[in-house]
């Protein structure tokens, strides 16, 4: 199993940026993939997660309205759009897959080291 997220970088606050997770090594689409996030001294969080079928999605409150989750099955990727960036989104965002509708990090089985995100005020 190998997830990699790609797309992260510097943004000032307000501006935009899309990440992607490319997944490979197992059936991509009997899988929920979400998003993930851990700014420095905070446990990680729940950001975004896409249900395997029917593309049901879940969005933290902090994020609705600001991102949206996407999944391209044939491609076997996930992307995260991030609109209207706040410096309070500055975090390693990471991907990962579970074989459950959950949005606990501890449900999830297998993660990508993550890309860092950092938005400028």
């Known amino acids: 199993v190998q997830l990699v997220e790609s797309g992260g970088g510097l943004v000032q606050a307000g501006g935009s940026l899309r990440l992607s997770c490319a997944a490979s090594g197992f059936t991509f689409d009997d899988y929920t993939i979400g998003w993930f996030r851990q700014a420095p001294g905070k446990e990680r969080e729940g950001v975004s997660c896409i249900h395997s079928s029917d593309d049901g999605t879940y969005y933290e409150d902090s994020v609705k309205g600001r991102f949206i989750i996407s999944r391209d099955n044939a491609k076997t990727a996930v992307y995260l759009q991030m609109n209207n960036l706040t410096p309070d989104d500055t975090a390693v965002y990471y991907c990962?897959?579970?074989?459950?509708?959950?949005?606990?990090?501890?449900?999830?089985?297998?993660w990508g080291p993550g890309t860092q995100v950092t938005v400028s005020s």
């Open positions: 990962a897959q579970s074989n459950m509708w959950s949005n606990r990090a501890s449900d999830y089985l297998s």
